[in-house]
C-alpha cells in the first residue's frame, strides 16, 4: 500500500513541478491535500511518511530548491513587474519563505532599489500618462504602495514630478 501510494504521490508531484516551480511549503501542502483525497485517513503516520519520503526524494533531486526559488522569483518580478522589497517578501512570506531567509538572497542579490523604483514609475507613466496633476501623483503613490516601496522613497521619487 505505501509504495503504490507513493509512487502516486511522486507522479503528483512531478506534473505539478512540470507546470510550475514551487517552494518546499507549497509541494508539501498539495501532497497533504491529494494525500487526504486518495486515503480514507485510515493511517495518518503512514500517509505524512509517504509525504516525507517524496518531498526529501524531490529535494534530493534538486526538483524542489527553496533558495533557487527565491532567486528566480525576485529576478523575474523586478524585470517584469517591478516591485519594492516589502512587496517581494508579502509574496514569498504566503508560499513559505521566511524573513531572514528572504533577506539574505536580497542582499545577495544586491538590487537598486531606486532604479526598480524608477522602472515602476515609468511603466506607470507609460500606462497612464504624465504625472502633471495632484490626481495623478496620487494614483502613482497608491500604484507605488501596492507594488511595495518604501514610503520615503515614494515621497522621494514624487518630488521629481513636481
Known amino acids: 500500500m505505501t509504495e503504490a501510494l507513493y509512487a502516486k504521490l511522486m507522479d503528483y508531484a512531478l506534473r505539478a513541478l512540470g507546470r510550475r516551480m514551487m517552494t518546499e511549503f507549497e509541494i508539501h501542502k498539495k501532497l497533504v491535500v491529494k494525500l487526504r483525497k486518495i486515503t480514507d485517513n485510515a493511517d495518518d503516520n503512514v ?50 519563505i521566511d524573513y531572514d531567509f528572504f533577506e539574505k538572497i536580497w542582499d545577495e542579490l544586491q538590487t ?37 516601496f518604501e514610503p ?8 521629481k514630478y513636481s
Open 152 to 159: 520615503h522613497a515614494i515621497y522621494k521619487q514624487l518630488s
Open 47 to 96: 500517509g505524512e511518511d509517504v509525504v516525507k519520503r517524496v518531498m526529501n526524494r524531490l529535494v534530493e533531486l534538486e526538483l524542489v530548491n527553496d533558495d533557487q526559488y527565491v532567486r528566480d522569483f525576485i529576478r523575474t518580478k523586478l524585470i517584469l513587474n517591478p516591485s519594492g522589497k516589502r512587496g517581494l517578501q508579502s509574496k514569498l512570506r504566503l508560499k513559505g
Open 112 to 148: 537598486d532599489d531606486q532604479d526598480v523604483l524608477e522602472r515602476a514609475c515609468n511603466s506607470f507613466v507609460r500606462k497612464k500618462g504624465s504625472i502633471d496633476s495632484r490626481k495623478q501623483k496620487e494614483r502613482l503613490m497608491r500604484y507605488l504602495a501596492s507594488r511595495g
